[in-house]
């Protein structure tokens, strides 16, 4: 019973506990950008860094950080420099009252010099860092004189050190600064800018030595938890290298903590390589260096109080919000969460580029619809038009008759039905009336031969009216296949592009690890695709010395891993016996095509009007097409050729074969007003299941050998270019292996002479062949037909023969078994 109530309870629980984790969320969201900006923009987190600059040291005598900080925030942040300015000021009088007039009175001479001669620069930033380097020249010289009353060489020297570190210190901070904003960035982090970075935050934190809280060191502590929080964010590379250039910096601001560089290296190289165990490896990693270079370093009393300052940089790593190490990762190349926002940016820009697309797949879609709709007022129109028709040939006949009267106003239906059905008799007999329909028509009207000689007359232009108005309908209903095509086309488009790479590690650890274990040796698997008949994948491997081990070997185990036949479908050879050759595996289709030609001139010519194409298209679909310009020679060759060109680029965009023939003759029709056309024979085979689709425009009839019997396939359709707008004939067949395709030219099929049946003639030929070969297929019926006419060629003449045989691979699998299952 108990648990049943905790049941039922429980669920109200956990809705209030959500609700209330999502308050306290959102109030310390709230609470975090309050102090974003108090401390960011209203500019006192650069008055707390120049507090701490102002009072750092290097060498426990020199303080080149002032003006080169207070310069930087100058140029970048020009209102927030007084803040930063007292800061500087506040700090320096922590160390002595020299030090803070000092700060204060390079300031005001780099502010004079640079004012003074701003007009004449032409690109302020590459002069400041001279400014600060010349301005701290001059004023450490000056402090010496004023001091002891001269200037040895060694306070010159000094006074160069201090301007050289002047010099490189502004430079690190005109790119550091900039990151300490709140702006929205999306680049990242260059290495110049983590470096400079890291150093403008070690020199930060020089200022705090000296401090200490319950005899722990502050800048100890601080130190290592930087070296903490860069070894979890970004590795071992820049863990350590935060670690040498945070030990280098406090080395040189205290000569004493120069054993404290190994330890920050040391610990964020390990920290770095035990970054997969989360926070705990890499607080593991800093203790480890910690005991070691503790105990090589210094006596035991010492080391304990090195293990509680590890421990308090510890205590702070562990209570650092996670969202602010993420924040900070975004930005470091090679990061996780720099290849997810890398990826969440280039799925942004993925998903904006496919909703453009198909905005645009939409707008073709629309214009479809708007040529393509029907007209509902259709029937209307019909009768309006037939009505002025007989309104115009009443007008001319009717309005002088003394029986107007009688025939429109007491028997209008009687008169209208007479007239309309002389018309539609007239229209439909070309110009012929019924015997019975005329005989009924003199009795009704006094002037029935006027009547019909102008029904005649105006028949004509309504005729001609009408062809034109189905004309302009013909060519809207192309214009709008050609448009819903295009539509279509962009759609799928879209599509592509909001597909994603799926990620296939496991199955390429897999793969790699079978080649391996079987002892090829595999430098790299990509897979970009596991989809059953579109398998993708690219395999890097050694310089193979032309062995052919990618089809003998490779090919074979892939193809019992995935339980598909997988064959090479392009190999990228190295130049070079050390190189890498790059090879990609497809899945192979199931059924192939072997193509025989054979063609020749009219009279033996060089140039044929004929003209033939394969086309690979996507998808596993191949096309072969013959097209026949008109006549013979160069003009015809042109035309065909340009006829297949055309239809190629079409159907390889993605448009559907009706469509794309329609848009290739009406490119045809209306590109010139000679009367040059072309013949099309296409067959569409898909290799997956060897279904074809015949589009004939005007072509001679095509053959199926299959065995012994021989398989006709015609259509009817006039040839490309003499009329705009045609109706497309499509056959359906279904093709089996071993199949004999053939296609051929007028020049083949009527060829043979005397022959008064060319169908029975031509299927009699082909059964008498006793060969599969395309090619010669190809001959033998070429040279049947030459051999009819004497060996005279009256014709251009092409035979295109392809034989559909079943996908056998060439090397059958080698068994892997127990990866089989794993992989798919």
Known sequence: MEKVERNIIDPVGEVNFNKHKIEFGNMLDK?????????????????????????????????????????????VKKDKAPLALIGLVAGAATLSIVNSAFAFCTAFLFLFAFRLTKKWLKTEVRAIPFYVFFTLGIGEIGKCYLTTGNVSLYDGMMAGVEASLGFILTLIFLQSIPLLSLSKRRQTLKTEEIVCLIIMLASIMTGTIGWSLYDLSIEHIMSRYLVLVFAFVAGATVGSTVGVVTGLIFSLANITSFYHMSLLAFSGLLGGLLKEGKKVGVAVGLLIATLLIGMYGEGGGSLYKTILETSAAILLFFLTPQALTSKLAKYIPGTPEYTAEQQQYMRKMRDVTAQRVEQFSSVFQALSDSFSSLDESGEVDKDRELDFFLGNV????????????????????????????????????????????????????????????????????????????????????????????????????????????????????????????????????????????????????????????????????????????????SEECASYPNGYCHVTFRSAKAFTIDTGVAHAAKDGGLVSGDSYSTIELGGGKHAVAISDGMGNGERAHIESQETLQLLQKILQSGIEEKVAIKSVNSVLSLRTTDEIFSTLDLAM???????????????????????????????????????????????SDQLKAGDLLIMMSDGVFEGPKHVENYDLWMKRKIGELATDDPQEVADLIMEEVIRSRSGYIEDDMTVVVSKIKHNTPKWSSIPINKYRQKAN
């Open 394 to 569: 009443t007008e001319k006949t009717c309005q002088t008759c003394f029986k107007k009267e009688n025939c429109w106003s007491r028997n209008f239906n009687t008169t209208y039905e007479y007239m309309k059905d002389i018309m539609n008799e007239m229209d439909h007999n070309s110009g012929v009336v019924p015997l019975k329909l005329s005989r009924d028509w003199e009795k009704h009207c006094t002037k029935s031969k006027k009547v019909v000689d102008a029904i005649q007359q105006e028949l004509t232009f309504y005729q001609a009216n009408q062809k034109l108005k189905k004309q302009v309908q013909e060519s809207r209903r192309l214009v709008a296949d050609q448009l819903l095509g295009v539509s279509t086309v962009m759609g799928n488009f879209a599509k592509e592009i909001q597909r994603e790479r799926d990620n296939h590690y496991k199955q390429e650890e897999l793969i790699l690890e079978a080649l391996r274990e079987y002892g090829v040796h595999i430098e790299h698997v990509e897979i970009y695709s596991l989809e059953q008949g579109n398998v993708d994948i690219d395999i890097t491997i050694p310089y193979c010395n032309g062995h052919g081990e990618c089809e003998k070997l490779i090919a074979p185990m892939l193809s019992d891993i995935l339980g598909e036949n997988i064959v090479v479908n």
């Open 31 to 75: 609470i975090q950008a309050k102090l974003a900006t108090f401390f960011v923009k209203k500019g006192i987190l650069l008055l707390l860094i120049g507090f701490l600059l102002g009072r750092a040291l290097i060498l426990s005598k020199l303080t080149p950080f002032a003006l080169p900080f207070f310069a930087a925030v100058y140029f």
């Open 685 to 731: 085979i898909d290799l997956q299941n060897a279904a074809v689709r015949f589009l004939k425009i005007g072509s001679t009839p095509s053959f199926i050998k299959r065995g012994n019997a021989v398989i006709k396939v015609q259509a009817s359709n006039l040839p490309m270019g003499i009329i705009q707008e045609f109706d497309v004939d499509v056959v």
